[in-house]
């Protein structure tokens, strides 16, 4: 374990660039007190139990997050610079994906009966867009954007009574809504290797050419019918076709394929194991994707040159990915690039378990904002953390050991066995969370200085 008293230090230093960004007292005051309630052990971290374990009315830490004029996006902007310096440069990666806040009533912001990953169904639920840049032992959530369905766009007055911008107004998928904010995440200085996405996002030819025409590599999962021509196809010019018949408009030398045809075509021995990778069987070949202009009933003409990769889990199940990786790129390079998109099903995971991202119970569009990026804050300072003092401890410990050390500083007590800290060591043969013996701070004059005595 890691010197204790360096912590608060620590959490101070981290929000000082934050607190510069407020300009109010009262808003300074409040913002640790709630990153300090959502790095609590609390079974629900809501306003009301938050305000109640750090000792602030309801009714100030409901103003601060609900009405309190401050801008998310001068913190998200602090977040966006720090995580580029945590874990971003060309050996990492972007990850773009969405998540799901399910929720019984409708009258939520961004609230309607849609597809819900955290329960797999149809349910009520608020879908958010997310950013995450993940490094080699690291990642670090950049934004995240709540999508508005149909049913709100189409309904001005619903969403001015919830607080929606105007300039949201406007009805806007998902995948334009990720590419607004890779635009300024790029702005900001973000720097990364390939950009990722699963098949929700793949599958959108926009959005796959848009990402080129910013000058990106990247690598999107797709569904098996997805056409692909050979990559020898040539486009043959407007002229007279085999039967005789005139043909206006350039057509391909070869018919496109499914994906999932051209993949189980080819022979067993050509699925392997990739080392490092887990125990799926990979296959990857070269080819042109059909996302071109159509030139005849929807038939699309070959478009840029990809990579088509095929993942054969061993439950038999197989997926489907494209990428514009360089042609000289490895097989090896390819498949870590993919799977390491499951840091961002990781991070959410843990911002629901471990930090209540799911747990907030307003209905308005700006403390939901506020709440999403006090969220981040807390996990951003938590993966710094691990890449400092606590390299070796999963997030979940970290945030425990964190939650620990934080409350002997507001209640001069051992982080371990609860007794009342004094001028020598406890006795007490208290135990760590992992199960070792401790030997509790409170000998020097720094720890007691920081920790208070009683």
């Not at 569009?365 to 999963?394: I, K, N, Y």
Request: proline residues 6%; hydrophobic residues 40%.
């Amino acid at each position: 374990m890691a010197v204790p008293h360096t912590w608060p230090r620590a959490f101070r230093k981290f929000l000082t660039p934050y607190l510069d960004t407020l300009h109010h007292a009262k808003q300074r005051a409040c913002l640790p007190k709630y990153l300090r309630g959502l790095l609590a052990g609390l079974e629900r971290k809501s306003i009301e139990p938050i305000a109640e374990y750090v000792g602030l009315p309801y009714q100030r830490l409901h103003h601060f997050i609900h009405a309190s004029p401050w801008k998310a996006d001068e913190l998200e902007r602090v977040l966006v610079q720090q995580a580029q310096t945590l874990c971003g440069g060309k050996h990492s990666v972007l990850i773009i994906d969405d998540t799901a806040l399910p929720k019984t009533g409708v009258h939520s912001v961004g609230v309607t009966h849609q597809y819900c990953g955290a329960l797999g169904k149809l349910a009520n639920c608020q879908s958010l867009v997310t950013l995450t840049l993940a490094g080699d032992r690291v990642f670090a959530p950049l934004a995240m954007r709540l999508f508005l369905p149909k049913t709100w766009t189409d309904d001005p007055e619903r969403c001015t009574a919830a607080g929606v911008p105007v300039e949201r107004l406007t009805p806007s998928s998902k995948g334009a809504l990720a590419l607004d904010e890779l635009d300024r995440v790029l702005a900001l200085g973000v720097t990364f290797r390939v950009v990722l996405a699963d098949a929700g996002y793949g599958i959108n030819k926009a959005f796959r050419q848009a990402l080129t025409a910013r000058g990106l590599t990247w690598a999107v999962g797709v569904v098996g019918h997805q056409k692909v021509f050979r990559q020898e196809v040539v486009i043959v010019p407007p002229g007279v076709s085999a039967l005789g018949h005139p043909c206006k408009n350039p057509r391909p030398s070869d018919e496109a394929r499914p994906v999932h045809d051209v993949l189980n075509a080819l022979p067993p021995h050509a699925w392997r194991a990739v080392r490092g990778q887990g125990k799926a069987c990979w296959v990857v070949i070269r080819a042109r994707i059909a996302d071109g202009a159509v030139y005849h009933y929807g038939r699309h003409l070959p478009g840029e040159e990809v990579w088509v990769v095929g993942e054969k889990r061993r439950s038999g199940e197989v997926k489907y990915y494209i990428t514009n990786h360089n042609e000289r790129t490895s097989k090896a390079q390819l498949v870590r690039d993919i799977r390491a998109r499951w840091a961002c099903e990781t991070c959410h995971q843990q911002l629901k378990e471990e930090l209540g991202l799911d747990h907030f119970e307003g209905r308005s569009w700006q403390g939901l904002e506020h709440h999403l990026a006090l969220v981040l804050l807390t996990m951003l300072f938590l993966q710094s953390l691990r890449t400092t003092d606590l390299q070796h401890r999963t997030l979940p410990g970290v945030r425990r050991w964190v939650s620990v050390v934080l409350d002997v500083v507001r209640d001069g007590r051992c982080p371990h066995c609860s007794g009342v800290v004094s001028r020598t060591p406890c006795r007490s043969p208290c135990r760590s969370p992992d199960g070792r013996t401790s030997e509790v701070l409170g000998t020097s004059r720094s720890s007691q200085g920081l920790m208070g005595t009683r």
